[in-house]
């Protein structure tokens, strides 16, 4: 087995592989682009080669678990993140085991690597108030504030994701009668949500006459925002928020949680779970269930509801027996 051999099998996984054969999303791409960045340069520093020579046979399912080791204690990843990684590493060696089956053995050892199990917490999602709060910080004085306003409405509004939001166009909003605004969401689906009158007239104010094929809410260069340009966004206005609302302060604000705050929003107006998960685009809505778990009004109400058992109060009097056998102690 030569050297060229692992380079080689790596460019066909990610050009024939995910490009051509599973026409996987760019955002897919670049996830297990950033996989095997990380994982190739620490397979080279643990060989001391260079990572173009690097062979198949030195990762090995020794090296894999070390390096998500790795991920974990010195880059600081969590336990759903080293779990990603796990899956972008199982997905090559399938494609290996596959292309040549001289490895099977090597690859089943990888593929047999378990995930790990780490605790899932409720959702973070911010009240009305914070909402409020959120909406009134940015500066609409500026050009800037008034993009900002106008994103983290439409964010609040719809639920979108980040990756929603940032490549959002002039066209992809619909205005009028029914207005609404279409998007590409995750897993390639499409899906259209429906715009209140407020955020309807706001986005149709934003837009005026700029050119529709640009970005919706574009960056001071005019290009489309990046997602660490919109979650630095979403947390410079949640701490200029924080000022006049000090319990935003105490939650970390990101643009995910805009969306789970969307979630929260509708459920708490009476909104079936089947509804949130079409509105949110979710691939099952077993996934909307987070929602219910984390909605501390419907627990109330459900409480407020159990009438407390009628159970006799007062203190317990040993008889004489326990008190002669308690004495002799």
Request: charged content about 25%; hydrophobic content about 45%.
């Amino acid at each position: 087995m030569t050297a060229a051999v692992l380079p080689a099998l790596i460019q066909r996984f990610f050009t024939d592989r995910l490009c051509v054969q599973m026409e996987a999303s760019r955002h897919t791409v670049a996830g297990y682009r950033d996989t095997f960045r990380l994982l190739l340069r620490y397979a080279s520093a643990r060989h001391g080669k260079p990572p173009v020579r690097l062979m198949v046979e030195d990762i090995n399912a020794d090296l894999v678990a070390d390096f998500l080791v790795h991920t974990e204690t010195a880059r600081g990843n969590s336990a759903r993140s080293r779990n990603t990684r796990l899956a972008a590493i199982r997905s090559f060696f399938r494609y290996v085991a596959m292309t040549d089956p001289t490895w099977l053995l090597h690859c089943q050892r990888i593929l047999a690597m378990p995930n790990k199990r780490y605790v899932k917490r409720t959702v973070t999602f911010l009240t009305g108030d914070e909402m409020a709060a959120l909406l009134a910080a940015p500066d609409r004085t500026t050009w800037a504030g008034r993009r900002d306003h106008a994103l983290l409405l439409l964010a609040v509004q719809t639920g979108l994701r980040a990756s929603e939001l940032v490549g959002l166009t002039p066209l992809d909003v619909v205005l009028g009668t029914g207005a609404h605004i279409r998007c590409m969401g995750k897993g390639r689906k499409e899906r259209a949500t429906p715009l209140r009158r407020d955020t309807a007239k706001l986005l149709a104010a934003w837009i005026g006459n700029r050119d529709d094929r640009g970005p919706l809410f574009p960056s001071i260069r005019g290009e489309h925002l990046s997602r660490d340009a919109l979650e630095h966004l979403v947390r410079k206005h949640s701490l200029t928020a924080a000022r006049t609302c000090p319990s935003i302060g105490m939650k970390r604000v990101t643009p995910h949680t805009l969306r789970h705050s969307t979630a929260m929003d509708l459920l708490h107006h009476g909104v079936d779970p089947a509804v949130i998960a079409l509105w949110l685009g979710h691939e099952s809505v077993e996934t909307t269930q987070i929602y219910i778990h984390a909605d501390m009004r419907m627990k109330e109400k459900a409480l407020a509801r159990v009438a407390a058992p009628a159970t006799p109060s007062g203190r317990f009097r040993p008889d004489d027996q326990l008190l002669a056998f308690l004495e002799r102690l």
